[in-house]
């Protein structure tokens, strides 16, 4: 069967890690169609906008998409084309794996949490406006509806996936009703599974937590500002940026793609680490069905970290994102010969 697939390049490193993601895909034996679409800053050079109707259209008609980092100047310039997409698509949920990976230098070992991010409003959602020239304010809006869905889609994974823990991160000893808002609505689910411990942690001690001892969480339910944060907080603990992939679950259709952005720095000198964006594939093509083909990807990726030879320079090695796309695929067909072989 072949998959038909939105693919958005993106920015940056985003082509770079995008192609090495392609041709891992190729390897593992799924057969995909990519329907490339441009979206960001070199959309907006062609196109006149960064988020082309083209590319909305492209995604519900395929119904899942990989997406690479698009850039999103601070300040000022044109609105996210993430926070855009997520709203637009209503893709409700951001889902980021942060395990610790063999091979990987970090501070500690077996670290295994899966962070489930509101992400369609809160502060996030850029509702700002400048109330005169010294003041300037911004709407965190919470909704009953956003908040119970996000819950329950946590709630949902981790007894599907025999997880034992929910963690919800929040600040309602301050926004007694924003964060209230959520905090009930995660109650709420929590009561709807018995089997799984709930517990709620203010966010600034959450993040102390974390650091101090991962390996206490198992599924973090944060609103979409915190989610942020703690997703790249979360990174650091298994190796950084570049190895964590991500999902945007909404009910018809989902994005997947790393957690970092576009790396303008390192842009096009073949220097970006492609794990977060080919394990960013593996989860897709786990979510259309493609579990075999999913599971090579993830196990060659592995391997490659594990024997840290042909890693890029964030991981310590000498390699390029080529060529380290190159030794995941090399890594595959061993496997696959010597599958054949037995
Ligand atoms: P960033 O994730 O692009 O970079 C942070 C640091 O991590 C930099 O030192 C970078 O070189 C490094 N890094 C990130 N990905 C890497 C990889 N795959 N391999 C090796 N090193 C990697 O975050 P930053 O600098 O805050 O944002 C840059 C741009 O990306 C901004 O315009 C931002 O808005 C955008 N962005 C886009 C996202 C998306 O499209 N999903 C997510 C986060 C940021």
Same mark, same amino acid.
């Given at each position: 069967m072949i998959h038909k697939v939105t693919l958005i390049p993106g920015d940056g490193i985003g082509p770079e890690v995008a192609e090495a993601a392609c041709a891992v895909v190729e390897a593992s034996g799924c057969q995909v169609e990519w329907e490339v679409v441009e979206a960001g800053e070199g959309a907006l050079a062609k196109y006149g906008t960064t988020l082309p109707n083209r590319v909305i259209d492209s995604i519900r008609e395929n119904g899942v998409a990989l997406k690479g980092p698009v850039t999103t100047p601070i300040g000022e310039g044109f609105r996210s084309v993430n926070v855009s997409l997520r709203q637009w698509l209503d893709l409700y949920a951001n889902v980021r +794996?942060? $395990?610790? !990976?063999?091979?990987?230098?970090?501070?500690? &070992?077996? @670290?295994?949490?899966?962070?489930?991010?509101?992400?369609?409003?809160?502060?996030?959602?850029?509702?700002?406006?400048?109330?005169?020239?010294?003041?300037?304010?911004?709407?965190k809006k919470i909704t009953r509806r956003a908040s119970e869905r996000i819950a329950r889609a946590a709630f949902n994974f981790a007894?599907?996936?025999?997880?034992?823990?929910?963690?919800?991160?929040?600040?309602?000893?301050?926004?007694?009703?924003?964060?209230?808002?959520?905090?009930?609505?995660?109650?709420?689910?929590?009561?709807?599974?018995?089997?799984?411990?709930?517990e709620e942690v203010i966010v600034d001690a959450l993040c102390?937590?974390?650091?101090?001892?991962?390996?206490?969480?198992?599924?973090?339910?944060?609103?979409?500002?915190y989610g942020d944060i703690l997703s790249d907080l979360c990174?650091?603990?298994?190796?950084?940026?570049?190895?964590? +992939?991500? $999902?945007? !679950?909404?009910?018809?259709?989902?994005?997947? &793609?790393? @957690?970092?952005?576009?790396?303008?720095?390192?842009?096009?000198?073949d220097l970006a680490n492609p794990t977060a964006m080919i394990l960013s594939a593996a989860m897709l093509l786990r979510h259309i069905g493609e579990t075999e083909a999913a599971g090579r990807i993830e196990e060659g990726t592995r391997a490659v970290l594990a024997a840290g030879i042909a890693v890029t320079p964030d991981l310590g090695g000498k390699t390029g994102t080529r060529g380290m796309a190159a030794a995941i695929i090399a890594e595959m067909e061993r496997s696959l010969a010597h599958a054949g072989a037995r």
């Open positions: +794996p942060v $395990a610790s !990976l063999a091979g990987i230098q970090s501070r500690y &070992e077996k @670290v295994d949490l899966v962070i489930f991010r509101e992400n369609t409003e809160d502060l996030y959602a850029g509702i700002e406006r400048r109330v005169d020239a010294d003041t300037a304010e911004s709407i007894r599907e996936e025999g997880r034992k823990k929910v963690t919800a991160g929040h600040k309602a000893n301050i926004m007694k009703l924003s964060d209230g808002l959520f905090l009930e609505c995660a109650r709420k689910a929590a009561a709807e599974f018995p089997e799984i411990t709930y102390m937590r974390l650091v101090l001892n991962p390996l206490d969480f198992d599924v973090l339910l944060l609103p979409n500002l990174a650091g603990l298994v190796g950084g940026l570049g190895v964590v +992939p991500g $999902a945007n !679950l909404g009910d018809k259709v989902a994005v997947f &793609e790393p @957690v970092h952005g576009s790396a303008p720095q390192i842009a096009g000198r």
